[in-house]
């Protein structure tokens, strides 16, 4: 705005900063189909997120809703670093706008952004108020529409309750990170499993189908395969015997990314098509998602920071 005073523009370049993040490093992925980016807020406390290619030749950005998470799923890096505290609407915001403009500085890559996923650090829903406002912020000045926003939750059941009668939420996808088809078994891996919760979820999907539901707008139950946990054929047909209970018809089997927790391993290949084909012959759709930049650190659960004592980040 070079019709005002420099010295005005000076005040307002500090005061108004045009991006609310600061890149501190940025990692590729050797097949360049992953980029991870570490972000530092005002506090210069750090948070990342992941630019991931999508089969559609476009990319998919997933992105963070707090620095670290207060959920601690024992398979988790992000829950393994405790909660530091949420991010505001704008840092959620802006990791589109740092992405865009990371694309813009790379004409060489395609350069269209299609999808946003919640699947970076933190549990959303605990931070519901700024991640709203910044899907609306998407939807008001994106061309990507709701059903392209995905939302994964570990399951904060009074905050899913609220959305069936919130008139601003806006009509995103929800996918719910499920890990067991049984409580007790659940709150092993995921410690804030509240009481009676798969028969407060099922009844949930129900109510949600009622209020939001259509073919674009099923619940997604999303299943990380962790060997000998898990993945069994018992646990399999427990899962399905869940499923039948609720309105989801889509389950997403995530590999275990190694985070170095001990004792945690990733189910087998053959485990993996085994639990998935059980699932298949009663009709319940699988999908499985495909590992991406494992290399940097960049998959599911692995986004925590660590900075060593010459200053380097590693993730
Ligand atoms: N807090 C939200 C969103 C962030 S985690 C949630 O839990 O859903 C995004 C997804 O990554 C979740 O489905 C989560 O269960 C999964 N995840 C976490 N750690 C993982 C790991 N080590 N390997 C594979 N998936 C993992
Ligand atoms: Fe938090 Fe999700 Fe990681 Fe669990 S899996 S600790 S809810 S980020």
Redesign the pocket.
Known sequence: MTTLSKEMREVLIKEIPWISCTPVQTLSSKNGDTHKVVLAGKDELLYESVLMANNREQWTICVS?QIG?A?G?V?????AMGLKRSLSSDEIADQYRFWKQFLAERPELPQRVSNI????????LVNIENVKAAINTWLTHTDIGPTRITV????VLPVLEEILTDPDWPAVRI???L?SPEEASRREIVPTTAPDFHKRLAKWTHDYQAVHGNRRHHVTF?Y?LIAGVNDTAEEAQKLVKFIKTTSAVKVNV??????G?EG?T?SSRDGIEKFKRILLSSHIDVTE?K?MGQDIAA????LALTVKSDGKIVG
């Not at 996923?117 to 959303?124: D, I, K, N, T």
């Not at 995530?254 to 985070?259: A, G, Q, R, S, V």
């Open positions: 809703s998470c959920m799923c398979f988790c890096a992000t829950g996923v919640f699947m970076g650090m933190g549990e959303p994964s939750t570990v399951g996918a719910i990170s890990h999303e990380t995530i590999p275990l990314n190694p985070t927790k945690l990733a998602r590992t998959s599911c659960g692995q």
